[in-house]
């Protein structure tokens, strides 16, 4: 079984900084698409940026240029840096691994639980 522990969300001012961070468990060999979601109130929730490994990288129109995406393999852990945050910024964040392959099977799909960013004075 894979699961997803998501962290470092929290109440940050506007222009400031946060890093999020989602690490997988079990006995994973591989991870093919890691990416971060959010979901704002009254909103769908929306991909915010995605890896598929190396320097390949996708951010939706509102992060380019504010947020950074990263992943290390290793740990099978994939990172999101948030910086110059906005209000509009404020929601739930969810990490989402695609092709998580394991010892006994493949994980098509996995969720985080969601951590809270809140941008505000």
């Known amino acids: 079984q894979v699961q997803l522990v998501e962290s470092g969300g929290g109440l940050v001012q506007p222009g400031g900084s946060l890093r999020l961070s989602c690490a997988a468990s079990?006995?994973?060999?591989?991870?093919?698409?890691m990416g971060w979601y959010r979901q704002a109130p009254g909103k769908e929730r929306e991909l915010v940026a995605q890896?598929?490994?190396?320097?390949?990288?996708w951010y939706a129109d509102s992060a380019k240029g504010r947020f950074t995406i990263s992943r290390d393999n290793a740990k099978n852990t994939v990172y999101l840096q948030m910086n110059s945050l906005k209000p509009e910024d404020t929601a739930v964040y969810y990490c989402?691994?695609?092709?998580?392959?394991?010892?006994?099977?493949?994980?098509?799909?996995?969720w985080g639980q969601g951590t809270l960013v809140t941008v505000s004075t």
């Open positions: 890896s598929t490994g190396g320097a390949n990288a």
């Open positions: 989402n691994f695609r092709g998580v392959l394991t010892s006994t099977d493949t994980h098509p799909e996995v």
């Open positions: 079990g006995s994973i060999y591989s991870i093919n698409t």
